[in-house]
């Protein structure tokens, strides 16, 4: 009722009304749960219905019979009105209509339910009853508007033939089997650049071929766009931002973006983590916001955008910032790292104390922050989906969150490299640059290697010693040039063997956990290859 007073211009929605409207959603959630588990679902409370009242704030002129028709307008969009099902239904949605219901028990068909939601969908005129009342032909003006919701009825229809509802198991083992695909191409790959025979290049090459589009076309299927994750955000700002007492407006951007649905799900705590600490730590009190003339209202925005093989995801706010001095001070304060070590830091590098575990500026614990869950949990589960999370903040200004994460896990674009006699596997996304220094030009900084280059100064890993094997004997130094958070090092190799895709196998359990390692996966020559993690081989 009162929605319908608002789209025809009777009455105008006030901020409680919308919190009505969101708490009536979780009321009816709790109802479903009650009927799934056999209980009596109950009633509203009446204080609850009592906030839809829009008497006295109805608009002062009354809307004249003609303008009727632009209220098609304000009806909602698409995406809200699929976020809005999504929050209606939830996970246990099915559970909750499997019992089938007594024809005298009150409640609506199937049929009558689907009708409903193509008078919603399709934009029915906001006066017209729902389910039972066909469309009026006797009255000219919404004649358009009823031929127009035929298709929009019939469209559902149309599509449901060109889709296949498949099990996403079945499509794990898919992919499972593309990537045993991918390992024997590779493996044919080596042997033909071994044996040079012109008859078997053109076949592995044909097959090299027929196997990536096979690779693209299954990716596809397991795409998802993110925003699945996101359509979730607003409610969780507005409940955050309400429990504060902050104005927050929080904007969504490249919600299409696809991503891999096992990576979708995973990102989904690390995300609600980011944005629930970007209002409480990030965002200052409206008035302390005004005096800093700065908007009452404080700016979240999370965004998703594609970059060749890998997906960035930020959260930005534009509130206080983070004062990298604070962070070091209390660093220090809790033991977490050596006063001498925290002296050295750049401002840049103080940032990233906040991912030491333990580590929280926050001096009171509320139901917001002091969860159990901090920074290092988030790095941890990001660095588990092959990503990287880096940090960026101008005091007063605001604070940046970037994540990156490949398309997808199955299939890994790595840099092979040598040390002693085995392979390892670098993720390609993770490499700068690769270059050749003599042995004369390291120096010494700190009791650590380090390279001068033009501009800057480049701290050195050398993989052999971390490995704790004999290194080739060469006057020249292979450097390959890492990026980790925002820092670069160099980790000194034997020899560099070349790009290759890789399948990523899980570490056996009594190589998981250890420091430096995130999976294992067979090569070309058909040898097994361990795959670096490179944030732990700082």
Same mark, same amino acid.
């Given at each position: 009722?009162?929605?319908?007073?608002?789209?025809?211009?009777?009455?105008?929605?006030?901020?409680?009304?919308?919190?009505?409207?969101?708490?009536?959603?979780?009321?009816?959630?709790?109802?479903?749960?009650?009927?799934?588990?056999?209980?009596?679902?109950?009633?509203?409370?009446?204080?609850?219905?009592?906030?839809?009242?829009?008497?006295?704030?109805?608009?002062?002129?009354?809307?004249?019979?003609?303008?009727?028709?632009?209220?098609? #307008?304000?009806?909602?969009?698409?995406?809200?009105?699929?976020?809005?099902?999504?929050?209606?239904?939830?996970?246990?949605?099915?559970?909750?209509?499997?019992?089938?219901?007594?024809?005298?028990? !009150?409640?609506?068909?199937?049929?009558?339910?689907?009708?409903?939601?193509?008078?919603?969908? #399709?934009?029915?005129?906001?006066?017209?009853?729902?389910?039972?009342?066909?469309?009026?032909?006797?009255?000219?003006?919404?004649?358009?508007?009823?031929?127009?919701?035929?298709?929009?009825?019939?469209?559902?229809?149309?599509?449901?033939?060109?889709?296949?509802?498949?099990?996403?198991?079945?499509?794990?083992?898919?992919?499972?089997?593309? !990537?045993?695909?991918?390992?024997?191409?590779?493996?044919?790959?080596?042997?033909?650049?071994?044996?040079?025979?012109?008859?078997?290049?053109?076949?592995?090459?044909?097959?090299?071929?027929?196997?990536?589009?096979?690779?693209?076309?299954?990716?596809?299927?397991?795409?998802?766009?993110?925003?699945?994750?996101?359509?979730?955000?607003?409610?969780?700002?507005?409940?955050?931002?309400?429990?504060?007492?902050?104005?927050?407006?929080?904007?969504?951007?490249?919600?299409?973006?696809?991503?891999?649905?096992?990576?979708?799900?995973?990102?989904?705590?690390?995300?609600?983590?980011?944005?629930?600490?970007?209002?409480?730590?990030?965002?200052?009190?409206?008035?302390?916001?005004?005096?800093?003339?700065?908007?009452?209202?404080?700016?979240?925005?999370?965004?998703?955008?594609?970059?060749?093989?890998?997906?960035?995801?930020?959260?930005?706010?534009?509130?206080?910032?983070?004062?990298?001095?604070?962070?070091?001070?209390?660093?220090?304060?809790?033991?977490?790292?050596?006063?001498?070590?925290?002296?050295?830091?750049?401002?840049?590098?103080?940032?990233?104390?906040?991912?030491?575990?333990?580590?929280?500026?926050?001096?009171?614990?509320?139901?917001?922050?002091?969860? #159990?869950?901090?920074?290092?949990?988030?790095?941890?589960?990001?660095?588990?989906?092959?990503?990287?999370?880096?940090?960026?903040?101008?005091?007063?200004?605001?604070?940046?969150?970037?994540?990156?994460?490949?398309?997808?896990?199955?299939?890994?674009?790595?840099?092979?490299?040598?040390?002693?006699?085995?392979?390892?596997?670098?993720?390609?996304?993770?490499?700068?640059?690769?270059?050749?220094?003599?042995?004369?030009?390291?120096?010494?900084?700190?009791?650590?290697?380090?390279?001068?280059?033009?501009?800057?100064?480049?701290?050195?890993?050398?993989?052999?010693?971390?490995?704790?094997?004999?290194?080739?004997?060469?006057?020249?130094?292979?450097?390959?040039?890492?990026?980790?958070?925002?820092?670069?090092?160099?980790?000194?190799?034997?020899?560099?063997?070349?790009?290759?895709?890789?399948?990523?196998?899980?570490?056996?359990?009594?190589?998981?956990?250890?420091?430096?390692?995130?999976?294992?996966?067979?090569?070309?020559? #058909?040898?097994?290859?361990?795959?670096?993690?490179?944030?732990?081989?700082?």
């Amino acid at each position: 009722e009162a929605l319908g007073a608002a789209r025809a211009g009777q009455a105008v929605l006030q901020p409680h009304h919308f919190d009505a409207a969101q708490q009536s959603l979780d009321y009816l959630q709790s109802m479903l749960d009650a009927v799934s588990s056999g209980n009596e679902p109950g009633y509203a409370p009446p204080d609850l219905i009592a906030q839809f009242d829009v008497h006295g704030t109805a608009a002062p002129a009354a809307v004249a019979p003609t303008a009727a028709a632009p209220a098609a #307008g304000d009806l909602i969009t698409d995406d809200e009105f699929e976020a809005l099902l999504d929050q209606l239904h939830g996970s246990n949605a099915p559970t909750a209509v499997a019992t089938p219901a007594k024809a005298d028990d !009150g409640l609506i068909s199937e049929d009558e339910f689907e009708a409903l939601l193509d008078q919603l969908h #399709g934009g029915a005129a906001p006066g017209a009853k729902p389910v039972t009342a066909p469309p009026a032909p006797a009255l000219p003006a919404p004649r358009p508007a009823a031929a127009a919701v035929k298709p929009a009825a019939n469209k559902p229809v149309a599509e449901a033939e060109h889709t296949v509802r498949v099990d996403t198991k079945r499509l794990d083992a898919i992919v499972n089997l593309i !990537g045993e695909l991918v390992l024997s191409r590779n493996r044919l790959k080596t042997l033909r650049a071994r044996l040079r025979d012109e008859e078997l290049d053109r076949a592995v090459s044909t097959l090299d071929i027929a196997t990536a589009r096979l690779q693209s076309a299954v990716m596809r299927t397991r795409m998802q766009p993110v925003g699945k994750v996101f359509s979730r955000f607003p409610k969780v700002a507005r409940d955050v931002a309400r429990s504060l007492k902050k104005e927050v407006d929080l904007e969504l951007v490249g919600a299409e973006t696809e991503l891999d649905r096992n990576l979708v799900e995973a990102l989904a705590d690390p995300l609600v983590h980011l944005v629930r600490n970007a209002i409480d730590h990030g965002v200052e009190m409206p008035d302390l916001r005004e005096a800093q003339g700065k908007p009452r209202m404080g700016h979240v925005r999370l965004s998703a955008q594609q970059e060749g093989d890998y997906v960035s995801i930020e959260v930005q706010d534009d509130g206080a910032g983070i004062d990298p001095e604070k962070l070091r001070a209390k660093a220090r304060e809790k033991g977490l790292i050596d006063p001498e070590a925290a002296a050295r830091l750049s401002s840049e590098e103080c940032l990233h104390l906040v991912f030491l575990p333990g580590f929280s500026t926050k001096q009171q614990v509320t139901d917001i922050s002091g969860r #159990g869950v901090g920074m290092d949990v988030v790095q941890s589960r990001i660095r588990e989906l092959s990503g990287q999370i880096q940090i960026q903040s101008e005091l007063g200004r605001g604070s940046r969150f970037l994540i990156r994460v490949p398309l997808t896990l199955a299939i890994l674009p790595t840099l092979l490299v040598q040390a002693g006699e085995d392979v390892y596997a670098l993720p390609l996304a993770r490499v700068m640059e690769v270059l050749h220094a003599p042995r004369t030009s390291l120096g010494w900084f700190d009791g650590r290697a380090v390279l001068d280059r033009r501009s800057h100064t480049l701290p050195l890993v050398d993989l052999r010693q971390w490995l704790d094997v004999t290194p080739a004997a060469s006057a020249l130094l292979t450097i390959v040039v890492l990026q980790a958070g925002e820092a670069r090092f160099g980790l000194v190799v034997d020899q560099v063997r070349g790009r290759e895709e890789v399948v990523i196998k899980p570490l056996p359990k009594a190589l998981r956990g250890l420091r430096g390692y995130a999976g294992a996966t067979l090569i070309g020559d #058909g040898r097994m290859a361990l795959i670096l993690d490179v944030d732990g081989l700082r």
